[in-house]
């Protein structure tokens, strides 16, 4: 009878729901391409909500630039800054215990070239202890993966709609449209994929050719927007739980509406607060 090794019988049977005691790491992500699991990735920027998504089993949570747009006020995901997404990525390690924790590069840690990269990156997997990180670009960053995958940083890659190019497209755009364009983002997952990248983002793609791309490559293909046929699928959290205020991409379904819950329990406590209800003899000290 083969005995496992005890290396072995950590290795998840699977990603989500899984109840290994260890990180997943890339290595599981292929697996888990190589025996068609299909898996779910969350955005998260803080310990707490982390932590809930942890102990749901999401295994893999991304702390994404998008903290601009749903966190930090800004208009865009553009202001982002280093330092901003290695403190809340230090906070979301901290929370969890099991997931793989993505870490985004934002606008401007990577653009300069390879060495900046490299730089920028391996400062969040000293200082926030992420397991990866995710760049945005195809071809134009092919040679800051594989610097970064040969430094030891694994790579997720994101194609398709890159919102740190917002005021180069002038919008949000779907990506991919037409035979040329879609020609080029194809070029672009094969170009990340031949550089090291663990994973690609597909974001904004028609259904199609995300599955075209879908089987293509090797490497796991993350959809936001992207259709049924990806390997994965992601949403940013504030979008999926109902707390996004106004109008949501016709990409996201909402599974809560938090929004409404909290302002709910908000006004609930003010009125016990005016009303004199609270805080109730259960709630004071003597």
């Given at each position: 009878m083969t005995q496992l090794s005890p290396a072995q019988k950590s290795v998840p049977k699977t990603l989500y729901g899984g109840t290994s005691s260890r990180r997943i790491t890339i290595r599981d992500i292929a697996a888990a391409k190589e025996r068609g699991e299909k898996w779910p990735m969350l955005t998260a920027y803080d310990a707490m909500t982390a932590s809930v998504f942890d102990e749901a089993g999401i295994p893999v949570l991304l702390v994404g630039d998008s903290m601009g747009n749903c966190h930090l006020g800004y208009e865009t995901?553009?202001?982002?800054?280093?330092?901003?997404?290695?403190?809340?990525?230090?906070?979301?390690?901290?929370?969890?215990?099991?997931?793989?924790?993505?870490?985004?590069?934002?606008?401007?840690?990577?653009?300069e070239g390879p060495v900046q990269a490299l730089r920028n990156a391996?400062?969040?997997?000293?200082?926030?202890?992420?397991?990866?990180?995710?760049?945005?670009?195809?071809?134009?960053?092919?040679?800051?993966?594989?610097l970064l995958v040969s430094s030891g940083i694994p790579v997720m890659a994101h194609v398709g709609l890159t919102p740190q190019s917002v005021n180069a497209f002038g919008g949000?755009?779907?990506?991919?449209?037409?035979?040329?364009?879609?020609?080029?983002l194809l070029r672009d997952a094969k170009a990340v994929q031949d550089a090291g990248a663990f994973a690609v983002v597909l974001e904004a793609v028609p259904a199609e050719l995300a599955a075209e791309v879908t089987r293509s490559l090797h490497i796991p293909t993350v959809g936001i927007g992207a259709g049924l046929d990806c390997d994965a699928q992601v949403l940013v959290w504030t979008d999926m739980a109902g707390m996004t205020a106004g109008r949501v991409p016709k990409f996201v379904k909402q599974y809560l509406q938090l929004r409404e819950l909290l302002g709910g329990a908000a006004k609930a406590f003010a009125e016990d607060v005016i009303g004199g209800t609270f805080p109730a003899e259960e709630h004071t000290f003597h």
């Open positions: 995901t553009v202001p982002v800054t280093m330092d901003e997404i290695a403190i809340l990525a230090a906070a979301v390690v901290r929370g969890t215990k099991r997931t793989l924790v993505v870490g985004d590069l934002p606008f401007g840690a990577y653009q391996t400062r969040l997997v000293k200082e926030a202890g992420v397991g990866a990180v995710k760049l945005e670009g195809g071809e134009r960053s092919a040679d800051q993966v594989e949000y755009p779907v990506q991919g449209r037409g035979e040329e364009a879609a020609q080029q």
